[in-house]
């Protein structure tokens, strides 16, 4: 009953944040953009009340341009390059762009939709023709398409890269480094043309017993049983994957948000305090942030409980006995992708060592092939956006694809 009481609320109080937004353009322009103080004031306040509330709907990415090498803005193209039922492969490209590299970017399925890289996007589509994948949410799925867990996760990052061909690069963010190097191992042991010819696991789960992070120990904290009785629902009537088991993402937010209270109220006093200055620049960028991070996707529910129990209760990937479609992975058939894991001082999701911890796994590579790079002074977030990723961690990102290239 939890996802339909919350379904609920939500249909109650969308009325009044549209009717909030509303007011705030009424507010700003009611003496023809001639601004006072108590006008101000509450077009500042309604700006809060129609941002707290979250939505369901997809955000657009929004790269119109970039600059090129020579430092000039040209266009990018968006198109969509592959389809299944629950990913869409989102191919980004500079228009003037001829023979670059292509990577495969591998979004997170944690609540948000995969356009919360739109910054890491942005940076990579300077030097690489990039492909994300784009999940859909899967309360929009119907049943007839089947279950979704971690071997399906595990499957389309392998149809991708072998849709993208030979030579492609491979990059995983935060959770599905798990699943990219599970992909790679198997292309590997396949003697794949497709095999990945560089990977790079950025703030991943690949051993959280390394360094465990307060998520880490709420994970070991419970037994499965609890996660399933007591964080999975059902999908409503309304929606077309009515009946499914999903881990709903309004819950997965608010553990986000509850981790870091203090830092989210500062951010929408501060919200309110930019706009009442007339800073609205600096008020632009957290209402955009909000808007971005408010917006939110279920997750399958038998690829949330799989993933709690394989990657953070039994971390059956580093002990060896993480199987995919009943095979055993080998991760010692990875001997020719390039290697390099990017982990942030201050992540306080990934503990440090966590992503490092693919470099021992992959016994067979050779040193030359491995790159470690930690990033000081950044949180989980700071590791794939940011002027920290542009300017420091970007730079080896696009070294190694080079050099695997």
Not at 19 to 32: K, T, Y
Not at 154 to 180: D, K, R, S, Y
Request: proline share 5%; with cysteine.
């Amino acid at each position: 009953m939890i996802y339909h009481n919350y379904q609920t609320v939500a249909d109650v109080s969308d009325p009044i944040r549209k009717f909030a937004e509303h007011a705030r353009e009424i507010s700003l322009n009611w003496f023809d953009d001639k601004r006072i103080t108590p006008l101000q004031r509450m077009a500042a306040y309604y700006e809060q009340v129609a941002l707290l509330g979250f939505t369901h709907t997809r955000p657009s990415f929004n790269i119109a341009s970039v600059l090129n090498t020579q430092g000039q803005r040209v266009p990018v193209m968006e198109t969509t390059s592959f389809r299944t039922p629950y990913c869409d492969l989102v191919r980004f490209c500079r228009e003037d762009a001829k023979d670059l590299p292509k990577l495969l970017l591998v979004a997170p399925m944690s609540g948000h939709f995969a356009t919360l890289l739109r910054g890491t996007v942005q940076t990579l589509v300077q030097d690489h023709e990039v492909y994300v994948t784009d999940w859909r949410n899967i309360r929009d799925i119907p049943m007839s398409e089947g279950e979704f867990g971690l071997d399906e996760y595990v499957e389309h990052i392998i149809w991708f890269m072998q849709h993208l061909g030979p030579n492609a690069h491979l990059m995983g963010v935060c959770q599905p480094t798990v699943a990219c190097l599970a992909a790679t191992a198997v292309l590997a042991e396949d003697r794949s043309d497709c095999q990945p010819a560089s990977l790079t696991l950025m703030a991943g789960p690949i051993d959280t017993r390394v360094n465990p992070t307060g998520v880490n120990e709420l994970a070991m904290s419970k037994p499965i049983e609890w996660f399933e009785a007591n964080l999975i629902g059902m999908v409503p009537l309304h929606f077309k994957g009515v009946g499914r088991r999903v881990y709903p993402g309004f819950m997965q937010l608010m553990a986000f948000l509850n981790m870091n209270m203090d830092r989210h109220r500062q951010s929408f006093k501060s919200l309110y305090e930019h706009r009442v200055n007339g800073e609205d620049e600096k008020a632009d960028v957290i209402r955009d942030f909000y808007k971005e991070y408010f917006a939110i996707m279920d997750l399958s529910g038998p690829f949330y409980l799989e993933t709690v129990k394989q990657v953070f209760q039994e971390h059956t990937l580093p002990t060896g006995k993480m199987t995919y479609r009943g095979r055993p992975l080998n991760l010692q058939a990875i001997r020719k992708t390039f290697l390099l894991t990017v982990e942030g001082e201050r992540d306080d999701i990934c503990g440090m060592g966590q992503t490092l911890a693919a470099q021992d796994l992959c016994s067979m590579l050779p040193a030359y092939r491995k790159t470690h790079h930690l990033q000081s002074g950044v949180g989980h977030y700071g590791v794939f956006n940011g002027k920290r990723w542009d300017a420091q961690i970007y730079p080896v990102v696009r070294n190694l694809i080079r050099s695997a290239h």
